[in-house]
């Protein structure tokens, strides 16, 4: 993949906010939902960062704004709104956490 360490960078961040909430006080249930909604947005993020032209991506700070851009210019309108409807309930499950 051209962008391989821009989704990287991508992946890394999903992972350190599925170990965040799964550090909270979370039921089985909304861990494996959570899990899957953010495995589904990764997948989202493949997809775009193989369409996206080749991004000079250095450090997290600097390069993470730059890829979330990417990704969401690179994504079908139908995958866009299913990239917003998981981000949406992300935010309903770590605000039911208060996370």
């Not at 993949?1 to 909304?30: C, P, W, Y």
């Not at 704004?65 to 409807?85: C, H, I, P, S």
Request: charged fraction near 30%; aromatic fraction near 8%; include cysteine.
């Amino acid at each position: 993949m051209l962008n391989q360490k821009a989704f990287q960078m991508i992946e890394g961040r999903f992972s350190d906010h599925v170990k965040m909430f799964n550090s909270a006080d979370v039921s089985g249930d909304d861990s494996d939902t959570h899990y899957w909604i953010v495995k589904d947005k990764l997948e989202l993020a493949r997809v775009a960062l193989e369409r996206a032209p080749q991004l000079r991506v250095t450090t997290l700070p600097r390069s993470l704004g730059d890829v979330y851009q990417a990704v969401r210019k690179n994504l079908t309108a139908e995958e866009l709104a299913r990239w917003d409807e998981k981000d949406d309930a992300l935010h309903d499950l770590c605000d039911k956490y208060g996370i």
